[in-house]
């Protein structure tokens, strides 16, 4: 599955951006891809922020963003999104989509097999 995110961009503190993620390439069934979200600061090793699953009854959040994140999923479109609100200076990095042949969400990094190629966000204060 080939991952194309999307909406990164500069905002001021307590402002909203929503990422966009577009899966294509070789998807059998739109209903066997979970999606989900990570981050990555400078400096920082990469972590969880969101998780959804391919029918998109359950999702898993970060407790950093819970509250001011959403994930939703749009599977005639294969596309997962982030909905971020109220964004702080500490939500500033480098965001990535991943996709995992399963059903089921997942908030660990090695459950995913196929990653996008990130999109930068800068929260400024």
């Known amino acids: 599955v080939q991952l194309q995110a999307s909406g990164g961009g500069l905002v001021q503190a307590g402002g909203s951006l929503r990422l966009s993620c577009a899966a294509s390439?070789?998807?059998?069934?739109?209903?066997?891809?979970?999606l989900g979200w990570f981050r990555q600061a400078p400096g920082k090793e990469r972590e969880f922020v969101a998780a959804?699953?391919?029918?998109?009854?359950?999702?898993y959040y970060a407790d950093s963003v819970k509250g001011r994140f959403t994930i939703s999923k749009d599977n005639a479109k294969i596309t997962v999104y982030l909905q971020m609100n109220s964004l702080k200076p500490e939500d500033t990095a480098v965001y990535y989509c991943?996709?995992?042949?399963?059903?089921?969400?997942?908030?660990?990094?090695?459950?995913?097999?196929?990653w996008g190629q990130g999109t930068q966000v800068t929260v400024s204060s």
């Open positions: 959804i699953s391919e029918s998109g009854a359950t999702t």
């Open positions: 390439g070789r998807i059998f069934s739109s209903y066997s891809i979970a």
């Open positions: 991943a996709a995992r042949y399963d059903p089921r969400a997942a908030i660990v990094s090695y459950q995913y097999t196929d």
